[in-house]
Structure formats: structure tokens, C-alpha cells
């Protein structure tokens, strides 16, 4: 059997995809089980996090298994990835000693690893997570990069809760936000794709033509209607894109014809601080319902009244984190024969 990685949801079928959203509804039912016993997964965080640590390693603990957190270049090693390195830098160790060392220990391995933000033609490829994946032995599963496919499921779970399983026709806002910082585009990558994957009218909107998503994700987005049913368009216009929508999924990022050199960026960004998500916009909606990946700063992506709304389903997102990881960690393991 192949061994299988868990970066993109892309490399998937959608049946695959409907296997993991039941087994996670199976394990939102019944939280505790025997599914991980005697099994580990080495979580390793090359960024912050809150709800991607809390889950994973409590996940991990709810099916008997052991997770160990490690932070390289904190409290483990430094790791190089450039190929053919002659390593006379901070780095320590290499990541094809560090991936194969992991999988003589644990059964899995997460890795967390963000664009270092300088040249987005480097990080585009996602070098860190695809090393890890060239070297380990054991399942790779991507805990944000630069899509953050977790997010994606669970996302997909609590829509699936709301609407049921079949979700076209859905019209969907993915709205960008205005933030102090320029973001990582990883959950706006993710949110196109699975909403696009699972047949939803999609209206991605943002201030201006510079903050559509890189072409790879908006490529692979058309390339998921044309199968799914659903349909994809780009509008800077608020009001025509919020009026009808059944769902408006928020998040900030940075304009990509910037990435390095942000200068120019942040008065493009504080131009468009009114992008915020409010009552007065969710009013346009049909009875729309409104999440977000969080961590949200208040009142800056989104009103108090937004969050705080009974049409706010981001605490049950957040929640499906744990049910939908487990389904991921089980299904890993199955599906490379381990
Ligand atoms: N949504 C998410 O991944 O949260 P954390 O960054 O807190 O892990």
C-alpha cells in the first residue's frame, strides 16, 4: 500500500473527503476510543497556535495515542531544507535526518510552517511540509502552510451540520478582511478550495484586483466547479456579493504583487477597513450564517454583534477541529496500510 501525506485536500477524491467528514461526525458522537492506542504523532510547530495544538494533541489522548509537541529552533533543533546545503549556519540538523529519525519513533507527524513572508515564489512551493513528506516513512499531515486543509474539513463538518450533506446552490462569500498585518492567504486558499470542491456558488471578494489568490488556487478552484456544478466569480463589490449569500466565510490576508515588500501594501489595506464584517452587511444575506478560521481580532474583521450572533458558527468550526483531525489521523494510518 502507498504511503499517503495529508497536505492538500486536492490529492483526495470527494469520496475520500465524504469518508473523513462521517468518521469525524462518528467521532464527535462517541469522543473517546481505542482508534490511536499504542500509536504517537510528533507535532511539529514552526509557528504559533492555539486551537491546531489544543486539538490535535487532546484528539490524539480522546483514541489512546500519545502526541509529542516540538517547536525547531526552540526546543528542538534547528532543521535545514535546502538540498545539497553545506550547513554552516544556525541550522543543526537536516530534515531528511530529523523526518526519518521521527518515523522510527511515531506513527504520524504534523508540521506547521508558514511563508516566511520575503518571496512568495519560494513560498508558494512549500518546500518545508513537501520535505518532510519526501523524507518521512509515516504520514505527513499539513497543520497550515500554505492551505491549512484541517480548517478545510472542519469547516466543511459544521456547513454540512447546517445545510446537510449537499451543499450546491449554496451561495458562498469568502470575504477578505482588513488587518494591521499582511497574512498568510492559507485559509483563503483552503476556503476556495473545498467550497468550490463541494459544488457552492462562490463569490470570492476583496478590495482590488492585487488581493485575488495565487493562480494555483484559482486555477485549481475553476477546475472544481467545472466538476462539482458549483460556480466561481471574483467581485470587489460588497453589496451586490453579501446580498443573498447563504454563507460569508471571512479572512484578511496580503496582497500578493507585494509579498516581501509590503510598504506599498498597507495603504492599499488601510483604504479598505470598512471590508469588516457587520450587521448591516449580514442583513443583505438570506438568513446567512457567518465563520471564521479565529483567531479574530474583534471589531477589526469582525463586529462584536457578528461574533457574538447566533448566525456566528465559528466556535462550532473551531470545535470540529478535534472531531475531523481524528478522522484524518485514523484514515491516514488505514489508507497507507499502517
Ligand atoms: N485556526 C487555527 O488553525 O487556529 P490556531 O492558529 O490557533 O491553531
Partial sequence: ?????????????RAELDEMLVEAARFKRAKLGEDLRGRAIALLFFNSSMR?????????????GKAIVLAPGKDAWGIEFEPAKIMDGEPEEHVA??????????DLIGVRAFPKFVDWSVDREDRVIKAFAKHATVPVINMETITHPCQELAHALALRERFGDDLRGRKYVLTWTYHPKPLNTAVANSALL???RLGMDVTLLCPTPEYVLDPQYMEAAKANVAESGGSLRVSHDIESSYRGAHVVYAKSWGALPYFGNWGPELPIRERHKHFIVDEAKMALTDNGLFSHCLPLRRNVKATDGVMDAPYCFAIDEAENRLHVQKAIMTRMLAWSGR
Fill in 97 to 106: 535526518e530529523v523526518a526519518r529519525v521521527l518515523s522510527r519513533y511515531v
Fill in 52 to 64: 491546531t495544538r489544543t486539538s490535535f494533541e487532546l484528539g490524539a489522548w480522546q483514541l489512546g
Fill in 1 to 13: 500500500m502507498t504511503l499517503r501525506h495529508f497536505i492538500t485536500t486536492q490529492d483526495f477524491s
Fill in 194 to 196: 473545498i467550497a468550490t
